[in-house]
Structures are given as C-alpha cells and as structure tokens.
C-alpha cells in the first residue's frame, strides 16, 4: 500500500462504513433471521454513522488514490443526495418488508451496497473506478428487483433492469476504450483533439450514462421496473440512481471539458427534447402511479439537461439546486405512495380519491409535491425550473425553453388529475384509515416543508450549493 | 431592508389562512368564517389609510424591498403607484364581501373555501404591488393554485373540467411570461453588464426587435388573463361552474390582474411598442366587445350570460389600454373597478337567486320582483352599473374609453359604440326575464334576502355611484401614472 492510498482513505470513509454495514448485517443474518425492525434499524444507523463519517471527511480533497476519485465539491453534494435518498428509502421499507414477508437482511444490506456504489459514482474521475461503483449498485439493485420470486412483474422488472443496465455499462465501457488513445487514459477528462474517434466514445459513453438518467431514448427499463419493483426501493433509484448519473455527466462534460464536442449541444438538445416530450404525453395517459412517475421522471431528466446545458464547472448550482428539488420531489410522493400500498391497494390514480378527508396532512404534502412538480410557485420547483430556464436562455437556447414551457404545461395536466381525485371527488368508502407508518409521514411532510421553504426562500438553495461548489 | 405597511397588508391574509388551518381542528366552521372575514376586514382597513400619506403622480411610494435571492438580482420589492393603489383598494373591497356571500354557501367542508380565499387574496394584492418582476411571477402563478381548488372543491357538476380548463389556459400564457422575463433580465444584463429584476430598472431596456417578441410574450399571458378574444374560452366555464364567491372573485379581481398586466408590463415595460401596435390591439379589444355582447344575447344560462357579459366589458379595457391615450388608458383602468364592482354583484345577484331556486336556467325564472321587491330595487341598480348607465361607474369609463379610442382613429370609437347599445339590450332583456312579467311556477314563495345579502348588495351598488357621480378624485389618483407611461414611448425605441 502506498503512503498515498492510506492518506485517501478517510475521504472514501462513508462508503466503507455503509460497505461495512452491509457485509456485518448479511453475516448477521446467516446465523440469525433478523426481523424487519431490526434490519431497518441496522440500516438507519449505518446510514446515520456514515452521514457522520461525511461530516468527518468534509474538508474537499480534490484527488485522491493516485487521481482515480476526487473528493471536490460536485462529490460531496452528488453523495450527501444520495445518502439523503438511502435514509429515506431505509424509512419507507420497514412497513414494506413486515409486508412482503421476504428476506429482511438481505434487502437491507444490498441497499447499503447501493447506496455505497452510487456514492461511489459521484466521486469517480476514472472509467474504472466508475463502473466499479456503477455495478455494485447495479448488481444490488437487480438482486433486490428480483427476490420476489414468485411474482411475475418482479421478475420482469428485475430482468428489464438487470439487461439494460448491463447494455448502459457496455455502452460506458466501449466508449471509455475508445476514449483511451485519445484521452491517454481512462480519466474522465476530454480528449486532447476532437477526432471523429473521439466523438464517437463520447457518445457512447453519453448513452450509457443517460440510461441512468433516464433520458429518451434510453428510458425503456424505467417504466416497467417502477411498476415492479418494490417501492422503497424504486424511491432509491428513480433519486439517487438520477443524482448519480448527472453528477458523472456533470463531471465529465462540464468539469472533464467535454461538453464542447462537436455535436455535443445538438445531442443534449435532442435528448432534452425528447425526455420532456415522450414523459409528459406518456405521463398523462397511465393511470398506475407508479409508471406515471416514471414518465415524470423521464421529463424531470429532461428539464436538468436544460440545467446542465447553460452551466460550466464554475457554474454548476442551477444542476445541483434542480437535483436537491427533484430528490425531495420524488421521495415525497413515493412516500405518498407507499401509505397507498400500506393500505393494501393498488397505487392507481382512482385510489386517492377522497384522500383529502381520510388523510389531510398527507393529501396537503401531496399537493405540495405536485404544484412543485408542475414547476409552480411557491413550491422549490418553480425555482429549480427558473434556474434551469435561464441557464438554458442565456445559453442561447430559446427553442429548447420552449419545449420546455409547452411540456411544463401539459404536465400541469399529469400533477393536477392527481389532485382531483384526492381533493375533488368523494367515495362512499369508508376505508379503514389506520395511521400512517412514522417514517412515510416524515418523509412527505420533511418533503413538503422542504420545497415550501425553499421555494420562498430560494436564496437557501442558492447558497447551499454555492457551499459546495465555491471553495 | 425596510419592511413594513405595505408588507402587512399582503401577507395578512396568508398569515390569518396558516393560523386557521393550523387550529382547524380545534375550532367551528363559524369561528373560521368569522376569522376569516376578520382577517379581510382588518386589510381592507389598513389597505384605506393608504391613499391619506399617497401623493397622486409621485410615482411608486410606500416603496419596501429586501434583499431575496442576491445573486441573481432578485429582490423582494413592493411599492404602490395610483394604478396598483386602485387594484389594492378594489381587492381588499372584493375579499370580504366575497366572504359574505358564501357564508350561507357550500356545506362541505366550508373552512378549505375561507382559507383558500384568504391564500387567494395574499397573492392577488401581492400582483398589484410587485416591483420586482421574478415576485411578481410568483405571485402571478401562485393565485392559481387557490382557485383552482375554489373552482374544484366547490364548484357545480362540470366543475373539474372548468378548473382544469381554467388552470391550463392561463398557465399556457403565464409561463411564456416567464420566459419572456428572463430573457429581459438577461438582455438587460448583456446591455448594461448587471442583472436584475427590478421593474423600474428594466424600464430602460431597449432592443429593437427582441422587445417586439418580449412584448408579445408578456401580452399573452395577460390576455388570456383578461381574457381577450380568441383566448376567452375559459371563462364561461369556469365561471359555470364557480362557487358564487369564487366567480365574484374570479370577476372581481383575477379578471384585473391581466388588465393591470397589460398596462404595468407591457405598455410600462415597452411604451414603444405598446405604441406602434395600439391599432390592432384596440381592434382586438373592440372584437371583444362586440363578440362578447352578441354572445350574451344567445345564452340560456344566467351565469354563462354574466360571464359574457364580463368579455365585452373587458374588451373596453383592452381597447382603452391600447389606444395609448391619457383618456383611454384612464378610463380602462377605471372601467376596471367598473366592472368589478358591477359584476362582482352581479354574480352575487346570481348566486342569490341560485340558492333560492336551484337553477341557473334563464327560462326558469320570471316575476320575481313582485316576490322578492326589496331585492328588485338592488338588481336595478346593479342592472343599470352594469350597461353603463349615466350616474354609475360603468357610464364615466366606458365614455373615457370611447373618448380614447376616438382620439386615436373615430373609426374605432364607431366601431365600439355597439358595445355600448347591446350592453343596454342585453341588461335590460335579463332584467326583463328574471324580474318582471307573471310569476313563474315554483317562485312563489321566495325566503327575502337576509341582512348581509342586502349589504353586500348595497354596498357594492354604493361604490359604484359614488365612482359614477364623483369620478374626479379616482381619475386624478390614476393620471399622472398614465402620463408618465405614455412619456416612456418618447424614448429611442
């Protein structure tokens, strides 16, 4: 071990801790079959040690192991998100596995292994390493996808993902090699002269990544494997998988200095352009919530390349502020979400009707979350939307803002025919309201308080992520 | 930072709404209803000392600001001229007689209507008295979201395709507003090197052609807003369906903030082109006028006729805002009072009646005078404010307009003059049907208006005769805003 590698360590410490959370729980449960209560708090409070061990390792180290990971601040914000989005996900899963009935420590400890991969990504300067972190968090998810045997749509959504996560990697894979002559090396940083070799594992490594991201046209897996999956986790990836791969497109493109290859602005167009469209019009007609917030999601990709596409490495906040929103965005609904399945039915846009006078506080969170969604004030994503508008505007790109709008509008429609049912019609039924499982209601009332007070007091926003992005 | 009055006034409703909901567990639908038009009432009377420390002409005054989002230019800034005092006062008028009407109203859930209102005037007042553009927007797109609930929860059978229809219309519009702001701010930006989003420091942006489309952007939002022919399809609808407050409101108020828009933003922002393009947006407004008096005269549905009724008389407003004269522009912005405190009773005459009868069919009603003569009286005046009669508010702006428009081209003012006679046709046909002739079957037997019936009525009938016989005062408060908006055009364009 070099003197190099030990002075590296601290910096990657939370991933260990959470690594090391996970390996102990698993050894645990060999011996003993823990139950639901336990493995979730097992969970929680790795989560919490290694959120403690990100405090630790704060100070921003800028490479680290010999320049294959780098500890700056676009790092830290893309990890803090992602452990944010564990924590959340760990809460929502207590009540699903007294449910499911399925194995307690195992879930609990791959989704740890995640969360340590997907941290991992955040931080990564190197192809390698990239996949490395990328699998393992691949590699658990798709365990997790499938341990319910016996259902049909799990074990589609496990497959879909697993194969097309696979295809991500090779596409990242192929374009690092191609990249290697012209780079002089697998460092994510560009190459030194713009050859049509060059471009060519660029974009290869552009459609690996943005299967990740969800953009069109690499978003098949995620309507099939939300609808499949279970819902903890599905919170998980559709925040934290999303951070993940922005952050790595954010650090190659824009950090890495790619972002001005030749044909690089027309293929962010195209990609924005069709993840806006293609999720909103597929949005508005499902009526299972799950895939509808895929197809949000696939949109919401759309309006962070908008973000991305006006900033540059010195200018990242309208990207890291649009990632905080959307995180908070999307744990609350599928907190939501889960209480839905909690009670025992399907989660269909029908089913929350009358929510507005069976559940008050979780249908005024809910149309937080939505109003946010649509990208009005004054919700935060109003905000996120407005940061990402002008950047996108003084960029140059008043089509895309365009697209933009006219998608913004359509998708009032998607939010507000969720709001309908919950606050507009009424049911005879009188379903049994049992109160709601802690951690979901702190997780959509966290949410909406969330995107209230930063939607109207966006400046916190503005300097939280100039926190991390200005040393 | 110098927070204070003006503050006050806009968010005290939104602070009673947040205290209401957070207790509403604990307390009776009355105590809410009392609280709410407390909360109202106690704006509407800090809203009134206003005008004593206002200097008409002096330009913004009770100016506040604070620092908001700094790197991005944007500040917290509110101030009144006389226009955006104008809508103030007529607000925090509106709200609690609003209040009043419903307070017999909706048996479900009557406390989510009182907080919504309450939501809905906090971003209402907060649109007349934003000084910054990205506030403005907030408040803007913010007063959807209560109405889209008002309209929702408690409006009638077809409500949910109204409020939708509502709220994509008028989001359609808004959010090319929002592109159009920021690419002024940033066109600002490019020619000065500051960013900002400060509306008296964005007045001097010049561009050529970039403001034409900016122009045009800001425009679309207000005349759906407005609404103005061809983007009016929302209105009929979502007046419909309204809960009689929420129509009241929608009428009163919202109807303004587009009216308000246009001659804030785009005639303040762009005089010039404001200027250059007067003729056709006076001819749209005219169509608007005409259109929405034909339309009237085919409905069946007594709310529907009001509110076309309502797009012939906003159709004054556009067309006196865009002949770009001190006349025209003063009598559209006087015309909106007018018309909102005429059809602001109006739709509180309906929503009487309505509750009395059940119905909202035109042929159902008949002879209710002879039943109901106390409530006959007010109707009449509320009647005759409406078509403009001499002596009421509605006669005083629609000359002014007229005057405007003929001052830019008497063609025009012949063209609009129609309006003016088919207003008198269709106020009096109604009259005629609902009030006089035998008594209809089933009306025999009407309850007599109660108390608060009466003085929302009357109140609102005295405000606008006293607009109408004593318009000196509201002219001169309003007169040198304009003037110095039609000056801004003089400038290099």
Known sequence: MTPGFMSSLPAILPELVLALGAILLLAWGMFHSPDARFSVRWGLVTGVLALGAMAYSASPVEESFAGVMAFDGLASAGRLLVLASLLASLLLSHPWLEKAGMQNAEFVSLLLLAGAGLMGVCAAVNWIALLVFLETASVAFAGILGMRRDESLSREAAVKYFILSAFASAFIIFGAAVLYAPVRGFGLAAPETWDSTAVAGTLFILAGLSFKCTLVPFHAWAPDTYEGGPTPLVAFIASASKVAGFTALARFFLAGGAGSFPGGGAAFWVLAVLSMLVGTVFALTQSNLKRLLAYSGISQAGYLVLAFLGASDTRLEAVLVYLAVYTAMTLGVFAVVSVLEDEGVTPEVGSLTGLARRRPVMAAALAVVMVSLTGLPPAAGFFAKFLAFREALSAGYLGLVLVAVLASVISAGIYLRLLVPAFMEQDGDDRRVAPVAPGAAAIFVGSAVFLLVTGIFPSLLVSLSNLFLIR | ?493
């Open chain 2, 1 to 493: 930072m110098n927070l204070g009055f003006l503050t006050m006034i806009v968010f005290l409703p939104a602070l009673a709404a947040a205290v209401i909901t957070i207790l509403s567990g604990r307390i009776s639908a009355q105590t809410v209803k009392v609280m709410g038009l407390g909360a109202s009432v106690l704006a509407l009377m800090l809203a009134a000392t206003l005008p004593s420390g206002f200097i008409p002409g002096a330009g913004f005054q009770f100016v506040e600001s604070a620092d908001w989002i700094p790197t991005l230019g944007i500040s917290y800034k509110v101030g009144v001229d006389g226009i955006s005092l104008l809508m103030v006062l007529l607000t925090t008028f509106l709200v609690p007689l609003a209040l009043l009407t419903a307070w017999g109203g909706p048996t479900k859930n009557e406390k989510g209507l009182t907080i919504s209102m309450l939501f809905l005037e906090t971003a209402m007042l907060g649109v007349f008295v934003s000084l910054d553009l990205f506030l403005f927007y907030m408040f803007w797109e913010a007063s959807l979201i209560p109405m889209f609930f008002i309209i929702g929860v408690w409006g009638g059978a077809r409500r949910i395709h109204a409020t939708l229809k509502f709220f994509l219309f008028t989001m359609a519009g808004s959010v090319l507003m929002l592109v159009a702001l920021i690419s002024l701010a940033l066109l600002n930006r490019q020619n000065t090197g500051v960013l900002t989003f400060d509306y008296t420091l964005l007045q001097a942006t010049r561009g050529g052609f970039a403001v034409k489309w900016l122009f045009w952007a800001f425009f679309a939002a207000f005349a759906v807003k407005i609404p103005t022919l061809p983007f009016h399809t929302w209105l009929p609808d979502a007046h419909t369906e309204a809960p009689t407050a929420g129509s009241v409101i929608l009428a009163g108020v919202l109807l303004k903030m587009g009216g308000y828009g246009m001659i804030r933003f785009c005639a303040g922002l762009f005089p010039s082109v404001a200027l250059e393009y007067r003729l056709a947006l006076a001819l749209l407004g005219i169509a608007g006028i005409i259109y929405g008096a034909l339309m009237v005269l085919v409905q069946k549905d007594l709310k529907r006729l009001v509110a076309y009724t309502s797009v012939s008389h906003m159709g004054f407003v556009v067309a006196g805002l865009a002949s770009f004269t001190v006349a025209g522009m003063g009598g559209g912005v006087l015309q909106m009072v007018s018309h909102g405190l005429a059809t602001g009773a109006l739709f509180a005459v309906v929503g009487m009646l309505y509750e009395r009868v059940h119905t909202r069919e035109l042929s159902a009603y008949g002879g209710i005078s002879r039943v109901m003569p106390q409530f006959s009286w007010l109707f009449l005046v509320v009647t005759l404010a409406s078509m403009g009669f001499p002596g009421t508010s509605g006669f005083i702006s629609e000359f002014m307009v007229l005057l405007g428009l003929w001052k830019l081209q008497p063609l025009l003012a012949a063209l609009a003059v129609p309006g003016v006679v088919l207003a008198a046709v269709y106020m009096l046909m109604m009259f005629r049907t609902l009030m006089q002739g035998p008594v209809k079957k089933g009306l025999e037997h009407l309850a007599p208006l109660e108390g608060r019936e009466v003085f929302v009525l009357a109140v609102l009938a005295a405000g606008v005769i006293i607009i109408g016989v004593w318009p000196g005062p509201w002219i001169e408060l309003i007169q040198g805003d304009i003037l110095r908006i039609i000056g801004g055009a003089g400038g290099p364009g």
